[in-house]
Each structure stands twice: as C-alpha cells, then as structure tokens.
C-alpha cells in the first residue's frame, strides 16, 4: 500500500510562485497516476492536475493550465506541482492522491490520499 505526504505549501504573494512535492512511500510510483487536488474553505474538493504513471501523460484544469505544471521525479518517488502567478482563488488545502487508473484518479475516485498541505494566496 502506498503511503504519501504533501508539503511545500505557506503563504505566498499573489504572482508567486510556490511547488508542492507529493512524497511516496511503500511501493514504487511508477505503476500509479497520480493527482492533485484541493478545497478551500466551504467549496468541494475539485481536481488541479494528474499525470499518469505509464505514459507521462497530464490533465490540467482549466483553472490551472498555463500557471501550474505537473511533474514527477520516480528515482525521488515524487511528484511535484509547480504553481506559478498563483492568486488568491487558488488559496485552499492540496491534496495528492493516488491510484493504479488515470481516469480514476482524475475522476477524484483514487484509492490513495494524502493529508494535505495548505496554500494561502495573500498579499
């Protein structure tokens, strides 16, 4: 079973810049996709971004694409999200999660959650 822990996340200025790491233990990343989620304050939960484990295939969503960049590292067993011109929308607990299906994953269905790590967009 596969264990992960986000961090990376803080208080940063509106145009910032900020990366997440999504850290893996008890099996190999290579064999999951992986997704990035979040909920602010009184909102759902909705997906950011998923990169799969066998084809290096991404999904963004519309909020995120142009600004935010998904990445993965599997000699690390770690994925990243990168967020670049974050503003303060963007400002909510992310969550990794993880699962053997893409489309699973990207759906919010994976098998696999992290705790979270907290982005606060403020000036």
């Known amino acids: 079973q596969v264990q992960l822990v986000e961090s990376g996340g803080g208080l940063v200025q509106p145009g910032g810049s900020l990366r997440l790491s999504c850290a893996a233990s008890?099996?190999?990343?290579?064999?999951?996709?992986i997704g990035w989620f979040r909920q602010a304050p009184g909102k759902e939960r909705e997906g950011v971004s998923c990169?799969?484990?066998?084809?290096?295939?991404?999904w963004y969503a519309n909020s995120a694409k142009g600004r935010f960049t998904i990445s993965r590292d599997n000699a690390k067993n770690t994925v990243y999200l990168q967020m670049n011109s974050v503003k303060p929308d963007d400002t909510a607990v992310y969550y990794c999660?993880?699962?053997?299906?893409?489309?699973?994953?990207?759906?919010?269905?994976?098998?696999?959650w992290g705790q979270g790590t907290l982005v606060t967009v403020s000036s």
């Open positions: 999660a993880a699962g053997p299906d893409y489309r699973t994953v990207v759906a919010g269905m994976a098998a696999h």
């Open positions: 008890g099996s190999p990343l290579d064999y999951y996709a």
């Open positions: 990169i799969n484990g066998r084809d290096g295939n991404t």
